[in-house]
């Protein structure tokens, strides 16, 4: 199934659920760490879209079919 573009919130808890935690934010941005691996996500009115979801994906080190199974 292809990226879609999700709300900041979703991708957050998608996250929180692959066992991130917030390490700190700075505006709109967000940084989650779990480890050692730390990942900054978008925090701003509107959707994420694929793109930047895709990145934040290499960033954590997850596939999308683990992404689409949390």
Same mark, same amino acid.
């Given at each position: 199934?292809?990226?879609? =573009?999700? @709300? =900041? &919130?979703?991708?957050?808890?998608?996250?929180?659920?692959? /066992?991130?935690?917030?390490? @700190? #934010?700075?505006?709109?941005?967000? @940084?989650?760490?779990?480890?050692? &691996? /730390?990942?900054?996500?978008?925090?701003? =009115?509107?959707? !994420?879209?694929?793109? !930047?979801? @895709?990145?934040?994906?290499? #960033?954590? /080190?997850?596939?999308?079919?683990?992404?689409?199974?949390?």
């Amino acid at each position: 199934m292809p990226l879609k =573009p999700l @709300r =900041p &919130r979703e991708v957050i808890r998608k996250l929180e659920k692959a /066992g991130f935690a917030l390490s @700190r #934010q700075k505006g709109s941005h967000a @940084r989650y760490i779990k480890a050692n &691996r /730390g990942v900054t996500v978008p925090i701003h =009115p509107g959707d !994420v879209p694929a793109t !930047v979801i @895709r990145w934040i994906l290499k #960033q954590a /080190g997850l596939s999308e079919n683990e992404w689409d199974a949390l």
